[in-house]
């Protein structure tokens, strides 16, 4: 039989209420055999989630403080979840075992790790299931890559089709040492565990549960209940996350999209909403549907831009400019230019306390006639594979921009012709999102 791997994120298992309901998913489908778990999550807003508690646990050890109450604040969540199931928990001793490490100075990866370690093997212990610890098998390089050992190393533990298997999500070992530490992958990344988990174990199918029904089309901190995307190509889910559009780690694409296994992002709280499809190829039905998949954006960014007389007639004005940036340790998002113009634009962060020394060696290697720096600046990004192919799509975005009064700053295509990005200044953001909203949506 076919197996699905499902992984649920902090907000998932965040009370034994949530536990309740992973099992009742899993129930549901018999395909559902291997689980991947995040630390608890967020209760309610104001609550604080088991990972953000460890690493202050550490923090606080690091410095030589007491640790005790905020240790104590993590056992408690664990035991309310373990004492509501009626569990014997086997989190006690993890926890007393942590203590220890912390006292001996662990590093910070060990001590993030323990909030997927505990939360797996309590979801063990609730589903009969046998509890797989990522620290033995899955292999992180330095740069924090899945390292190709990883999915052999997997797939032989979770190789019995019978069983149900329950992996802590968020963390490895550091293969490029050893000694084997363990390490974790970025923060939300215990998305990038279910994907590594469905490539290894060759699964049809890997069911992302989160608290929202899906990939939705807009920001909905800027538009009220946008749409759900129904279908969304792996291309394109990489330019909305990358653009800031939050519910899926960009890097957790990867491993699928190598092994051609499709990805469902699906609500726990609302299971019998379909969610959002990411496949490897848009089916035709998803293609011949809207003209856009969806608007993403992020604000904070500032464009260097020099004017110089002939500039296109110069060899080598890019790499020069380019160049001054990696002297200064700072990568570009996008380069835009005219006939005697270039510019770069580059996140602002990046240019905190650097922005003086950056003019002067782009002045001395490019000698421009004037040089600006713009600050405050946002982009955002039109995303839709059929859009290159689909006449009248830039024409909508710019009308819509324009009939609303945004002043367009920058506009790049980028060669997959996947997406169009929009610079406008940081004030006109929202403006301009719900703008290309209502001109697509309307
Ligand atoms: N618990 C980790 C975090 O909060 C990883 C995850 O949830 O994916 O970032």
Known sequence: MERIVVKFGGSSLADAGQFRKVKAIIEAD???????????????????????????????????????KLLAIIRQRFAEIATDLALASPVPSALDELRTQLTAGCDADFAASRGEYCCALLMAAYLGAEMIDPGLSVAIGGDGSVRPETYENLGKLLADHAKTYVMAGFYGYDGS??????????????????????????????????????????????????????????????????????????????????????????????????????????????????????????????????????????????????????????????????????????????????????VKTIRRVIEPDSLVVEHNLALLAVVGEGMSSTAGISGKVFTALGKNGVNVRIINQGASEINIIIGVAAEDYEKAVLAIYMAFTG
């Open 30 to 68: 018999q395909r559902r055999k291997i689980v991947v778990v995040s630390a608890p999550g967020k209760r309610h807003p104001d609550d604080e989630k088991i990972t953000d508690l460890l690493y202050r646990c550490h923090k606080l050890a690091a410095a030589g403080g007491d640790f005790s």
């Open 177 to 358: 040492k050893s000694q084997r530490p363990v390490k974790t992958f970025s923060r939300g990344g215990s998305d990038i565990s279910g994907a590594i988990a469905a490539r290894a174990a060759h699964a049809a199918l890997y069911e992302n549960w989160t608290d929202t029904s899906g990939i939705l089309i807009a920001d909905p901190r800027l538009i009220y209940d946008p749409k759900v995307i129904g279908e969304i190509s792996f291309a394109e889910v990489r330019e909305m996350a990358y653009m800031g559009a939050s519910v899926f780690h960009d890097e957790a694409i990867l491993p699928v999209r190598e092994a051609g296994i499709a990805i469902r992002i699906r609500n726990t709280n609302r299971p019998n909403d379909p969610g959002t499809l990411i496949t490897p190829k848009l089916s035709a039905h998803a293609l011949a549907r809207t003209e856009i998949a969806g608007i993403a954006g992020k604000q904070g960014f500032s464009m260097i831009s020099v004017a110089k007389t002939m500039l296109h007639h110069q060899a080598g004005i890019a790499y020069r400019l380019l160049g001054a940036l990696l002297e200064h340790g700072i990568s570009f998002e996008h380069c835009p230019s005219s006939i005697d113009s270039i510019s770069v634009i580059v996140e602002t962060e990046q240019l905190a306390g650097k922005e003086e020394a950056v």
